[in-house]
Protein backbone atom coordinates (compact mmCIF):
# COMPACT_ATOMS: atom_id res chain seq x y z
CA UNK A 1 0.00 0.00 0.00
CA UNK A 2 1.47 3.28 -0.70
CA UNK A 3 2.02 5.69 1.95
CA UNK A 4 -0.67 8.50 0.59
CA UNK A 5 -3.31 5.33 0.10
CA UNK A 6 -2.94 4.16 3.31
CA UNK A 7 -3.23 7.41 5.24
CA UNK A 8 -6.25 8.40 3.27
CA UNK A 9 -7.96 5.52 3.76
CA UNK A 10 -6.63 5.44 8.08
CA UNK A 11 -8.40 8.98 7.89
CA UNK A 12 -11.64 8.36 6.23
CA UNK A 13 -11.72 5.10 8.20
CA UNK A 14 -11.53 6.53 11.52
CA UNK A 15 -13.92 10.04 10.94
CA UNK A 16 -16.35 8.67 8.27
CA UNK A 17 -16.62 5.44 8.79
CA UNK A 18 -19.90 6.44 10.65
CA UNK A 19 -21.71 8.53 7.84
CA UNK A 20 -20.53 5.48 5.53
CA UNK A 21 -22.23 3.43 7.71
CA UNK A 22 -25.68 5.69 8.34
CA UNK A 23 -26.04 5.58 4.53
CA UNK A 24 -25.36 1.60 3.91
CA UNK A 25 -27.94 1.35 6.85
CA UNK A 26 -31.09 3.04 4.83
CA UNK A 27 -30.17 1.55 1.23
CA UNK A 28 -29.88 -2.44 3.32
CA UNK A 29 -32.36 -1.90 5.59
CA UNK A 30 -30.62 -2.89 8.99
CA UNK A 31 -27.67 -2.68 11.14
CA UNK A 32 -25.85 -6.03 10.64
CA UNK A 33 -26.14 -5.90 7.25
CA UNK A 34 -24.84 -2.74 6.47
CA UNK A 35 -21.99 -3.51 9.59
CA UNK A 36 -21.08 -6.62 7.23
CA UNK A 37 -20.75 -4.08 3.75
CA UNK A 38 -18.85 -1.31 5.87
CA UNK A 39 -16.08 -4.45 6.46
CA UNK A 40 -16.20 -5.30 2.77
CA UNK A 41 -15.99 -2.06 1.96
CA UNK A 42 -12.74 -0.99 3.80
CA UNK A 43 -11.26 -4.18 2.87
CA UNK A 44 -12.02 -3.42 -0.42
CA UNK A 45 -10.47 -0.18 -0.15
CA UNK A 46 -7.31 -1.71 1.15
CA UNK A 47 -7.08 -3.97 -1.54
CA UNK A 48 -8.18 -1.67 -4.42
CA UNK A 49 -6.77 2.28 -3.49
CA UNK A 50 -3.02 1.26 -3.25
CA UNK A 51 -3.07 -0.19 -7.24
CA UNK A 52 -5.81 2.81 -8.28
CA UNK A 53 -5.44 5.80 -6.74
CA UNK A 54 -7.98 7.06 -4.09
CA UNK A 55 -11.24 7.74 -5.96
CA UNK A 56 -12.46 11.27 -6.45
CA UNK A 57 -15.13 10.42 -3.75
CA UNK A 58 -14.09 8.23 -1.03
CA UNK A 59 -17.63 8.52 1.07
CA UNK A 60 -19.48 7.51 -2.48
CA UNK A 61 -16.87 4.95 -3.44
CA UNK A 62 -17.25 3.19 0.29
CA UNK A 63 -21.13 3.35 -0.16
CA UNK A 64 -21.27 1.80 -3.91
CA UNK A 65 -18.61 -0.99 -2.72
CA UNK A 66 -20.59 -1.38 0.65
CA UNK A 67 -23.54 -1.97 -1.23
CA UNK A 68 -22.68 -4.49 -4.11
CA UNK A 69 -20.68 -6.44 -1.40
CA UNK A 70 -23.96 -7.22 0.56
CA UNK A 71 -25.21 -7.64 -2.95
CA UNK A 72 -22.92 -10.64 -3.78
CA UNK A 73 -23.43 -12.06 -0.03
CA UNK A 74 -26.80 -12.05 -0.27
CA UNK A 75 -26.94 -14.16 -3.25
CA UNK A 76 -24.12 -16.38 -1.81
CA UNK A 77 -26.66 -17.05 0.80
CA UNK A 78 -30.08 -17.31 -1.15
CA UNK A 79 -30.00 -21.17 -1.41
CA UNK A 80 -30.84 -20.69 2.21
CA UNK A 81 -33.21 -17.63 1.87
CA UNK A 82 -35.14 -17.64 -1.04
CA UNK A 83 -36.28 -13.75 0.00
CA UNK A 84 -32.38 -13.07 -0.24
CA UNK A 85 -32.55 -13.33 -4.10
CA UNK A 86 -35.37 -10.87 -4.65
CA UNK A 87 -33.45 -8.26 -1.82
CA UNK A 88 -30.34 -8.58 -3.93
CA UNK A 89 -31.96 -7.85 -7.55
CA UNK A 90 -34.04 -4.68 -5.85
CA UNK A 91 -30.81 -3.30 -4.42
CA UNK A 92 -28.65 -4.51 -7.47
CA UNK A 93 -31.61 -2.07 -9.82
CA UNK A 94 -31.84 0.99 -7.49
CA UNK A 95 -27.60 1.00 -6.98
CA UNK A 96 -26.59 4.46 -7.70
CA UNK A 97 -22.77 4.99 -8.84
CA UNK A 98 -20.56 6.81 -6.67
CA UNK A 99 -21.41 9.88 -8.54
CA UNK A 100 -24.23 10.00 -7.53
CA UNK A 101 -23.86 10.22 -3.89
CA UNK A 102 -23.64 13.41 -2.66
CA UNK A 103 -22.49 15.82 0.66
CA UNK A 104 -26.63 16.14 1.47
CA UNK A 105 -27.60 12.36 0.73
CA UNK A 106 -24.51 11.19 2.99
CA UNK A 107 -26.12 14.10 5.79
CA UNK A 108 -29.35 13.35 5.55
CA UNK A 109 -28.38 9.40 6.10
CA UNK A 110 -26.59 10.62 9.46
CA UNK A 111 -29.63 12.54 10.47
CA UNK A 112 -32.41 9.62 9.93
CA UNK A 113 -29.87 7.38 11.83
CA UNK A 114 -29.64 9.35 15.28
CA UNK A 115 -33.64 9.74 15.11
CA UNK A 116 -34.08 6.08 14.42
CA UNK A 117 -31.71 5.06 17.57
CA UNK A 118 -33.65 7.88 19.38
CA UNK A 119 -37.13 6.63 18.96
CA UNK A 120 -39.40 6.76 21.80
CA UNK A 121 -40.44 3.15 20.94
CA UNK A 122 -36.88 2.13 22.80
CA UNK A 123 -36.20 2.28 26.03
CA UNK A 124 -34.46 5.62 27.62
CA UNK A 125 -31.22 3.18 28.38
CA UNK A 126 -31.27 1.68 25.08
CA UNK A 127 -31.34 4.96 23.20
CA UNK A 128 -28.51 6.13 24.53
CA UNK A 129 -26.18 2.93 24.09
CA UNK A 130 -27.21 2.18 20.46
CA UNK A 131 -27.07 5.90 19.82
CA UNK A 132 -23.28 6.22 21.30
CA UNK A 133 -22.52 2.80 19.64
CA UNK A 134 -24.02 3.55 16.08
CA UNK A 135 -23.90 7.05 15.68
CA UNK A 136 -20.98 7.57 17.80
CA UNK A 137 -18.81 4.63 17.41
CA UNK A 138 -18.17 4.13 21.32
CA UNK A 139 -17.02 0.33 21.86
CA UNK A 140 -19.35 -1.79 24.14
CA UNK A 141 -16.71 -1.77 26.44
CA UNK A 142 -16.80 2.06 26.70
CA UNK A 143 -20.45 2.48 27.33
CA UNK A 144 -20.22 -0.19 29.83
CA UNK A 145 -17.40 1.82 31.90
CA UNK A 146 -19.32 5.43 30.94
CA UNK A 147 -22.28 4.30 32.56
CA UNK A 148 -21.31 1.55 35.27
CA UNK A 149 -22.52 -1.48 33.84
CA UNK A 150 -21.09 -4.71 32.24
CA UNK A 151 -20.09 -5.43 28.40
CA UNK A 152 -22.92 -7.82 28.46
CA UNK A 153 -25.33 -5.68 29.94
CA UNK A 154 -24.61 -2.85 27.24
CA UNK A 155 -24.13 -5.71 24.45
CA UNK A 156 -28.04 -6.55 25.26
CA UNK A 157 -29.96 -3.88 25.04
CA UNK A 158 -27.89 -2.97 22.09
CA UNK A 159 -29.11 -6.50 20.38
CA UNK A 160 -32.72 -5.69 21.73
CA UNK A 161 -33.02 -2.27 20.44
CA UNK A 162 -32.18 -3.26 17.17
CA UNK A 163 -34.43 -6.29 17.08
CA UNK A 164 -37.28 -4.38 18.50
CA UNK A 165 -36.18 -1.57 15.36
CA UNK A 166 -36.12 -4.83 13.02
CA UNK A 167 -39.43 -6.64 14.34
CA UNK A 168 -41.96 -3.27 14.76
CA UNK A 169 -40.56 -2.07 11.85
CA UNK A 170 -39.64 1.25 12.92
CA UNK A 171 -39.40 3.68 9.83
CA UNK A 172 -35.33 4.88 9.34
CA UNK A 173 -36.71 8.31 8.65
CA UNK A 174 -36.22 12.43 9.76
CA UNK A 175 -39.77 12.37 11.24
CA UNK A 176 -42.19 14.74 9.48
CA UNK A 177 -42.40 18.30 10.34
CA UNK A 178 -46.00 17.72 12.72
CA UNK A 179 -43.93 15.49 14.93
CA UNK A 180 -40.22 16.51 14.78
CA UNK A 181 -40.30 18.69 17.68
CA UNK A 182 -41.36 15.36 19.88
CA UNK A 183 -38.89 13.35 18.66
CA UNK A 184 -36.21 16.12 18.26
CA UNK A 185 -37.06 15.91 22.75
CA UNK A 186 -36.01 12.19 22.54
CA UNK A 187 -32.95 13.36 20.13
CA UNK A 188 -32.12 16.03 22.50
CA UNK A 189 -32.17 14.26 25.43
CA UNK A 190 -29.69 11.74 25.04
CA UNK A 191 -27.18 13.61 23.57
CA UNK A 192 -27.50 15.85 27.20
CA UNK A 193 -27.65 12.54 28.96
CA UNK A 194 -24.24 11.54 28.08
CA UNK A 195 -22.71 15.46 27.96
CA UNK A 196 -24.11 15.01 31.48
CA UNK A 197 -22.34 11.99 32.61
CA UNK A 198 -19.22 13.44 30.95
CA UNK A 199 -19.27 16.92 32.49
CA UNK A 200 -19.88 15.25 35.93
CA UNK A 201 -19.80 11.74 36.25
CA UNK A 202 -21.76 9.86 38.39
CA UNK A 203 -19.04 7.90 40.14
CA UNK A 204 -15.59 6.65 40.19
CA UNK A 205 -11.90 8.58 40.61
CA UNK A 206 -13.00 11.43 38.54
CA UNK A 207 -14.98 14.44 38.49
CA UNK A 208 -15.26 14.25 34.46
CA UNK A 209 -15.10 12.21 31.63
CA UNK A 210 -14.06 14.72 28.94
CA UNK A 211 -14.26 11.72 26.13
CA UNK A 212 -17.43 11.42 26.54
CA UNK A 213 -18.06 15.42 26.96
CA UNK A 214 -16.84 15.82 23.15
CA UNK A 215 -18.74 13.18 21.82
CA UNK A 216 -22.20 14.73 23.21
CA UNK A 217 -20.72 18.59 21.98
CA UNK A 218 -19.74 16.48 18.83
CA UNK A 219 -23.35 15.05 18.41
CA UNK A 220 -24.62 18.72 19.00
CA UNK A 221 -22.54 20.34 16.37
CA UNK A 222 -23.67 17.41 14.15
CA UNK A 223 -27.70 18.52 14.90
CA UNK A 224 -26.87 22.00 14.13
CA UNK A 225 -25.63 21.54 11.22
CA UNK A 226 -28.58 19.00 9.85
CA UNK A 227 -30.78 20.45 11.88
CA UNK A 228 -30.77 24.21 13.17
CA UNK A 229 -33.79 24.34 14.99
CA UNK A 230 -33.57 26.59 18.34
CA UNK A 231 -33.65 23.81 20.96
CA UNK A 232 -30.69 21.85 19.08
CA UNK A 233 -28.22 25.00 19.08
CA UNK A 234 -29.15 26.00 22.51
CA UNK A 235 -28.49 22.80 23.74
CA UNK A 236 -24.70 22.73 21.88
CA UNK A 237 -24.29 26.51 23.74
CA UNK A 238 -25.15 24.94 27.12
CA UNK A 239 -22.78 22.02 26.42
CA UNK A 240 -19.84 24.42 24.83
CA UNK A 241 -20.39 26.99 28.03
CA UNK A 242 -20.03 24.57 30.27
CA UNK A 243 -17.52 22.75 28.99
CA UNK A 244 -15.14 25.67 29.11
CA UNK A 245 -14.84 25.56 32.64
CA UNK A 246 -13.42 21.71 32.50
CA UNK A 247 -10.04 22.58 33.02
CA UNK A 248 -10.91 24.94 36.29
CA UNK A 249 -13.26 22.73 38.18
CA UNK A 250 -10.61 20.41 39.80
CA UNK A 251 -7.65 20.92 40.94
CA UNK A 252 -3.79 19.67 40.43
CA UNK A 253 -4.62 16.67 43.08
CA UNK A 254 -8.19 15.73 41.44
CA UNK A 255 -10.12 17.57 43.98
CA UNK A 256 -13.30 19.62 43.27
CA UNK A 257 -13.02 23.58 42.81
CA UNK A 258 -16.46 25.34 43.43
CA UNK A 259 -17.25 27.81 41.15
CA UNK A 260 -16.17 31.50 43.09
CA UNK A 261 -12.22 29.67 43.52
CA UNK A 262 -12.43 28.60 40.37
CA UNK A 263 -9.23 30.04 38.46
CA UNK A 264 -10.66 32.11 35.49
CA UNK A 265 -7.92 31.77 33.52
CA UNK A 266 -8.06 28.22 33.08
CA UNK A 267 -11.69 28.80 31.21
CA UNK A 268 -11.64 28.26 27.55
CA UNK A 269 -12.43 31.82 25.96
CA UNK A 270 -12.88 30.55 22.66
CA UNK A 271 -16.10 27.78 23.43
CA UNK A 272 -17.46 30.68 25.73
CA UNK A 273 -17.83 32.66 22.61
CA UNK A 274 -18.85 30.76 20.17
CA UNK A 275 -21.54 29.54 23.20
CA UNK A 276 -22.48 32.94 23.81
CA UNK A 277 -23.15 33.65 20.04
CA UNK A 278 -25.10 30.51 20.01
CA UNK A 279 -27.46 31.70 22.59
CA UNK A 280 -27.77 34.80 20.63
CA UNK A 281 -28.72 32.96 17.55
CA UNK A 282 -31.04 30.41 19.49
CA UNK A 283 -33.35 33.33 21.02
CA UNK A 284 -33.23 35.59 17.67
CA UNK A 285 -34.60 32.51 15.87
CA UNK A 286 -38.11 33.11 18.34
CA UNK A 287 -39.85 30.75 21.07
CA UNK A 288 -37.04 29.14 23.02
CA UNK A 289 -37.10 26.51 25.16
CA UNK A 290 -35.44 24.64 28.06
CA UNK A 291 -31.79 23.73 26.66
CA UNK A 292 -32.06 27.78 25.36
CA UNK A 293 -32.78 29.25 28.64
CA UNK A 294 -30.29 27.20 30.63
CA UNK A 295 -27.90 27.94 28.24
CA UNK A 296 -28.49 31.86 28.69
CA UNK A 297 -28.22 31.00 32.54
CA UNK A 298 -24.94 30.05 31.75
CA UNK A 299 -23.74 32.58 29.34
CA UNK A 300 -24.44 34.62 32.37
CA UNK A 301 -22.15 33.11 34.41
CA UNK A 302 -19.11 32.48 32.07
CA UNK A 303 -19.53 36.44 30.77
CA UNK A 304 -18.86 37.20 34.43
CA UNK A 305 -15.91 37.48 36.18
CA UNK A 306 -17.11 36.40 39.59
CA UNK A 307 -17.89 39.71 41.46
CA UNK A 308 -19.97 41.61 37.87
CA UNK A 309 -22.76 38.49 37.58
CA UNK A 310 -26.17 39.66 36.73
CA UNK A 311 -27.74 37.89 39.86
CA UNK A 312 -31.49 39.48 38.69
CA UNK A 313 -31.00 38.14 35.08
CA UNK A 314 -30.09 34.94 36.36
CA UNK A 315 -33.00 34.46 38.70
CA UNK A 316 -35.36 35.84 36.11
CA UNK A 317 -34.23 33.10 33.58
CA UNK A 318 -34.66 30.46 35.93
CA UNK A 319 -38.21 31.42 36.59
CA UNK A 320 -38.32 31.36 32.75
CA UNK A 321 -37.05 27.62 32.73
CA UNK A 322 -39.14 26.77 35.43
CA UNK A 323 -42.22 27.84 33.19
CA UNK A 324 -41.08 26.27 30.33
CA UNK A 325 -39.81 22.98 32.05
CA UNK A 326 -40.45 22.92 36.04
CA UNK A 327 -38.28 20.92 37.68
CA UNK A 328 -36.76 20.52 41.36
CA UNK A 329 -32.90 20.50 40.46
CA UNK A 330 -34.07 24.02 37.63
CA UNK A 331 -35.59 25.10 41.65
CA UNK A 332 -32.71 23.78 43.41
CA UNK A 333 -30.38 25.91 40.87
CA UNK A 334 -32.79 28.97 41.60
CA UNK A 335 -32.12 28.60 45.18
CA UNK A 336 -28.62 28.79 44.67
CA UNK A 337 -28.94 32.16 42.72
CA UNK A 338 -31.48 33.88 45.04
CA UNK A 339 -28.89 33.08 47.83
CA UNK A 340 -26.25 35.49 45.83
CA UNK A 341 -28.66 37.92 45.20
CA UNK A 342 -30.53 38.22 48.31
CA UNK A 343 -28.17 36.08 51.37
CA UNK A 344 -27.60 32.45 52.10
CA UNK A 345 -31.03 33.11 54.24
CA UNK A 346 -33.31 32.93 51.56
CA UNK A 347 -32.05 30.18 49.75
CA UNK A 348 -32.30 28.13 52.53
CA UNK A 349 -35.69 28.13 53.28
CA UNK A 350 -35.96 27.73 49.13
CA UNK A 351 -34.02 24.61 49.49
CA UNK A 352 -36.30 23.28 52.75
CA UNK A 353 -39.72 24.19 50.68
CA UNK A 354 -38.13 21.59 48.03
CA UNK A 355 -37.60 18.44 50.71
CA UNK A 356 -40.40 19.58 52.24
CA UNK A 357 -42.49 18.33 49.49
CA UNK A 358 -40.41 15.31 49.79
CA UNK A 359 -38.52 15.79 46.35
CA UNK A 360 -34.42 15.90 46.02
CA UNK A 361 -34.70 13.76 49.29
CA UNK A 362 -31.89 11.28 47.80
CA UNK A 363 -29.98 13.79 45.54
CA UNK A 364 -26.52 14.25 47.46
CA UNK A 365 -26.07 17.92 45.54
CA UNK A 366 -29.24 19.39 47.25
CA UNK A 367 -28.09 18.76 50.57
CA UNK A 368 -24.37 19.92 49.75
CA UNK A 369 -25.86 23.06 48.28
CA UNK A 370 -27.94 23.61 51.53
CA UNK A 371 -24.77 22.87 53.40
CA UNK A 372 -22.56 25.22 51.76
CA UNK A 373 -25.14 27.67 52.57
CA UNK A 374 -26.28 26.95 56.02
CA UNK A 375 -22.11 27.23 56.41
CA UNK A 376 -22.43 31.04 55.04
CA UNK A 377 -24.63 31.80 57.61
CA UNK A 378 -22.85 30.94 60.36
CA UNK A 379 -25.20 27.66 61.32
CA UNK A 380 -22.90 25.46 61.51
CA UNK A 381 -23.99 22.60 63.23
CA UNK A 382 -26.87 22.41 61.11
CA UNK A 383 -24.37 22.80 58.10
CA UNK A 384 -22.52 19.85 59.39
CA UNK A 385 -25.70 17.53 59.37
CA UNK A 386 -26.17 18.51 55.35
CA UNK A 387 -22.85 17.47 54.57
CA UNK A 388 -23.53 14.25 56.30
CA UNK A 389 -26.27 13.64 54.60
CA UNK A 390 -25.06 14.14 51.33
CA UNK A 391 -21.69 12.34 52.26
CA UNK A 392 -24.21 9.53 52.67
CA UNK A 393 -25.73 9.85 49.15
CA UNK A 394 -22.43 10.53 47.22
CA UNK A 395 -20.71 7.66 44.77
CA UNK A 396 -18.52 9.72 43.15
CA UNK A 397 -14.88 10.25 44.40
CA UNK A 398 -13.88 13.89 44.41
CA UNK A 399 -17.39 15.24 45.59
CA UNK A 400 -17.03 12.55 49.00
CA UNK A 401 -13.67 14.25 49.34
CA UNK A 402 -14.63 17.93 49.08
CA UNK A 403 -17.37 16.88 51.28
CA UNK A 404 -15.14 14.86 54.46
CA UNK A 405 -12.93 18.39 53.99
CA UNK A 406 -16.06 20.50 54.29
CA UNK A 407 -16.65 18.51 57.77
CA UNK A 408 -12.97 18.79 58.80
CA UNK A 409 -13.41 22.53 58.17
CA UNK A 410 -16.75 22.76 60.34
CA UNK A 411 -15.78 20.10 62.93
Request: net charge negative; proline share 4%; with cysteine.
Given at each position: ????????????????????????????????????????????????????????????????????????????????????????????????????????????????????????????????????????????????????????????????????????????????????????????????????????????????????????????????????????IGLLALMLLHDSRRAARTGTDGSVVLFDDQDRALWNR??????????????????????????????????????????????????????????????????????????????????????????????????????????????????VASFRQALKLTKQGPARDFIEKRLAELS
Amino acid sequence: MSAAAGITLETVYRTEKRRVLATLIRLLGGFERAEEALHDAFAAAAEQWPRDGVPKNPLAWLVSAGRFKAIDRMRRNARHDASLTELAMRLETEAAGPDEMDEQTIADDQLRLIFTCCHPALPADAQTALTLREVCGLTTEEIAAAFLSSAPTIAQRIVRAKSKIRDEKIPYETPEKAELAERLEYVLRVVYLVFNEGYAASSGASVTRSDLSAEAIRLGRLLVALLPDPEAIGLLALMLLHDSRRAARTGTDGSVVLFDDQDRALWNRQQIEEGTALVARAFAIGEVGPYAIQAAIAAEHAASNGMRTDWNRVVSLYDLLLRAQPSPVAELNRAAAVAMRDGPGEGIKLIEAIFARGELADYYPAHSAKGELLRRAGRTAEAVASFRQALKLTKQGPARDFIEKRLAELS
